[in-house]
């Protein structure tokens, strides 16, 4: 390997539009390339500046590039080479002969300065380096080197696994439920994004956004609580004396449950229309009425509101206004307590016989007390089965509830004549307060449940939030990975990696016949220069830019999709075409393919010649382009791990690149085979005759005939 190494000031960046590539431009890089041409095989060829910056840590020796390099004696650089290490033989105790490498005691110096002593050898001042043993990390490492490949980290199992861990990490963290009870409160008071006790959203846009979105299993809930009611229609029905008044409030109202329930799950009324791109609004447009009501939440409010009022009204209605039907019971005179005194009517007392006429309801109604506590829970739970109704609102109906039912038990005696023929342990306690405790209980029952279910629903809203703004970071991170590495590959490449799961193999290609072009601006180095009035040569590289950013915009066109641009050599632009895998198939066909490669390209460019004197015109220069152009098999490829780049390698590009290096500026030249399709495709060629081509000996090269040749 040749190696030239010289030290100084760069200009770094990336130019263009399309096919990025980090470069260097200044002066000093130029000269490092003329270091390696004018370098000698094996050897390591530096300028002065470079030893300057080296000190003593290597020996050197004179280099005298300028016999090599012309540039290097024009500019008189003094240029050296370094000397390498001398091998030496050294004995090992078991008596086997191992080669060392001896360096001088100032390299020894150097290196002990810097800590060398890491594993691999610690270096003593005159004498060779002493081994010791490496660390199990390294061993590691140097066991499962190999040769990198492009692309390899993005499949690597280590990084799979490592995602794959933190992934599960993640749901453990965020998404998995805590082992601590539903009844802990410490995550309510905690939450930074929900307030601890209204349990709302502390930023307004997501808290209208929680309350705006669609409730599709509402129609569950309203199934529900028409199927409580339904089972507290049967108990009543079952212990209560039928009437009017239970018939008139029962059947209404499950016949009003079941149309909310209908309106709920309707969503099939809609008859299929005829795919149009003409979007349908207003009337035009059929919505079911289920997507209606799943939509709109005042709609659904509005339901379960008139629902939760006719359950809990049912509940209680047949107790007001009761009247019980009295019959005449003989009942004897010392057998009537003082409880029954009061609710009957004494019509004839005999004191003969000792007996006496009363009247008793025929259907005592203190026998139905529990039924309308059982009714008066049950409305409670016809509350709490619409889940995504807020929690506070259902308890406000819930206490609104139970304190009315309790007023209307409170106005009612038997009632409390049920307490008073029931003995329990604490007869002086007022009934009003048992049964407010017992209903109170169930409440807080319901509400604990109404606010965890809340919190998990509050909480999943906001994960969902969280994880669709991470989605669009990551397919907008997608998106620009993949622009990016559009702007690196050819986007059939670039497929290729993005969607192949083995990227462990070498990305390569053969073709049989490809156009291969050079176009370059040679009078562009007379133009640079690093003086202040251009920034160091900053301004000259803005004017580089622009040119070749004209350029990325004419491959733009439909025209020339079959271009492919591979890569900019400084102020050289190198292009390809036909570089479509899988694309050849019969003789004829690749023939006809072939002549539109080349005329494409031809084509290019006096389009990039064109576009050259337009910004000559602007910018008051006078550049001129030198293209050279070939056809014939190559090989495409991706070469390089730290960064990638796709190029194409053959004697077609080679010759190309010489068609370049040794035409005249203003000028397309052509090999003699590719004039030959040209002209048979129409084009005019100027013979040029014999041409030295550096490499290549002597070739008959042609001329496109443009109509720049004038100019």
């Known amino acids: 390997m040749r190696i030239g190494i010289h030290t100084g000031n760069v200009l770094c960046g990336v130019l263009g539009l399309r096919k990025w590539q980090f470069d260097v431009w200044s002066d000093d890089v130029t000269l490092a390339n003329h270091m390696e041409s004018g370098g000698i095989a094996?050897?390591?060829?530096?300028?002065?500046?470079?030893?300057?910056?080296?000190?003593?840590?290597?020996?050197?020796?004179?280099?005298?590039?300028g016999s090599r390099e012309g540039y290097l004696a024009d500019h008189k650089i003094e240029t050296f080479l370094i000397v390498p290490p001398k091998k030496i033989e050294t004995e090992s105790q078991?008596?086997?002969?191992?080669?060392?490498?001896?360096?001088?005691?100032?390299?020894?110096?150097?290196l002990a300065d810097?800590?060398?002593?890491?594993?691999?050898?610690?270096?003593?001042?005159?004498?060779?380096?002493?081994?010791?043993r490496p660390s199990s990390k390294m061993t590691k490492y140097v066991e499962c080197w190999g040769a990198d490949k492009p692309f390899a980290n993005i499949a690597e199992s280590t990084l799979a696994k490592n995602i794959e861990l933190t992934s599960m990490a993640m749901i453990e963290t965020n998404l998995l439920p805590d082992r601590s009870s539903c009844l802990e409160c410490r995550k309510w008071l905690s939450s930074?994004?929900?307030?601890?006790?209204?349990l709302w959203f502390r930023n307004r846009s997501q808290e209208d956004e929680y309350r705006s979105q669609s409730d599709c299993e509402f129609r569950y809930y309203m199934a529900c609580a028409t199927m409580?009611?339904?089972?507290?229609?049967?108990?009543?029905?079952?212990?209560?004396p039928k009437g009017i008044i239970l018939y008139g409030t029962l059947g209404p109202t499950f016949i009003v449950l079941l149309v909310f329930v209908y309106l709920c799950w309707l969503e099939g009324c809609c008859s299929p229309r005829q795919p149009t791109d003409t979007p349908l609004e207003g009337i035009d447009r059929c919505v079911p009425p289920g997507r209606i009501v799943a939509d709109s939440r005042c709609l659904r409010i509005a339901i379960f509101l008139l629902s939760v009022a006719l359950i809990s009204a049912c509940a209680v209605v047949t107790v007001v206004g009761y009247e019980p039907e009295l019959v005449l019971v003989e009942t004897e005179a010392a057998s009537i307590t003082f409880q029954e005194y009061n609710n009957t009517n004494l019509t004839n007392i005999d004191n003969a016989s000792n007996t006496t006429l009363v009247k008793k309801p025929q259907?005592?109604?203190?026998e139905y007390v529990p039924t309308y506590l059982f009714s008066s829970a049950m409305s409670l739970c016809a509350i709490s089965v619409y889940l995504r109704i807020g929690f506070l609102l259902k308890l406000g109906l819930m206490v609104m509830s139970i304190t009315s039912h309790i007023c209307i038990y409170s106005y009612l005696e038997f009632f409390q004549d049920y307490h008073d023929t029931h003995d329990d342990k604490f007869p002086n306690i007022p009934f009003e307060i048992k049964t407010a405790l017992v209903l109170t209980v169930a409440i807080i029952l319901f509400h604990i449940l109404d606010r965890q279910i809340e919190f998990t629903s509050r909480t999943d809203f906001l994960w969902k939030a969280k994880l669709k703004v991470e989605q669009e970071e990551v397919e907008t991170m997608r998106g620009i990975n993949k622009i990016l590495l559009e702007n690196i590959l050819p986007a059939h490449v670039a497929e290729k990696f993005l969607t192949s799961r083995n990227t462990q193999e070498l990305y390569h290609e053969r073709y049989s016949c490809i156009g291969v072009m050079f176009a370059s601006i040679p009078n562009y180095k007379e133009f640079y220069d690093e003086s202040d009035v251009n920034k160091q040569g900053l301004e000259c590289l803005r004017l580089l830019n622009e040119i070749i950013c004209e350029f990325d915009k004419l491959l733009l066109k439909p025209k020339f999709s079959c271009i492919e641009k591979i890569k900019t050599i400084g102020s050289t632009y190198m292009l390809a075409s036909g570089l479509r895998p899988g694309k050849e198939n019969s003789r004829g066909e690749a023939s006809r393919k072939d002549e539109y490669n080349i005329t494409?390209?031809?084509?290019?460019a006096v389009l990039l010649m064109t576009n050259l004197d337009q910004i000559n015109r602007d910018s008051f220069q006078r550049f001129k382009l030198r293209v050279g152009i070939n056809h014939g098999p190559v090989i495409a490829g991706v070469v390089g791990a730290q960064k990638p780049q796709y190029d194409i390698w053959g004697n077609s590009v080679n010759v190309a690149s010489r068609m370049d290096s040794c035409g005249m500026m203003g000028r397309i030249q052509v090999t003699e085979d590719t004039a030959k399709i040209l002209m048979n495709a129409g084009y005019s060629c100027e013979c040029r005759g014999p041409t030295f081509v550096k490499g290549k000996g002597t070739l008959i090269t042609y001329f496109v005939k443009t109509q720049f040749d004038d100019k």
Do not use: W, Y
């Open 42 to 65: 094996g050897r390591v060829h530096i300028t002065k500046a470079t030893l300057l910056q080296l000190g003593d840590r290597f020996e050197v020796e004179p280099g005298d590039g």
């Open 94 to 110: 078991n008596g086997n002969a191992k080669p060392r490498f001896s360096i001088t005691s100032e390299r020894n110096n150097s």
């Open 114 to 132: 810097q800590g060398c002593g890491t594993g691999l050898g610690n270096a003593t001042p005159g004498g060779p380096p002493t081994r010791s």
């Open 192 to 198: 930074e994004d929900l307030h601890p006790v209204l």
């Open 228 to 240: 409580v009611f339904l089972a507290m229609c049967i108990m009543q029905l079952a212990t209560i």
């Open 363 to 366: 259907n005592p109604i203190i």
């Open 600 to 604: 494409a390209l031809v084509d290019f």
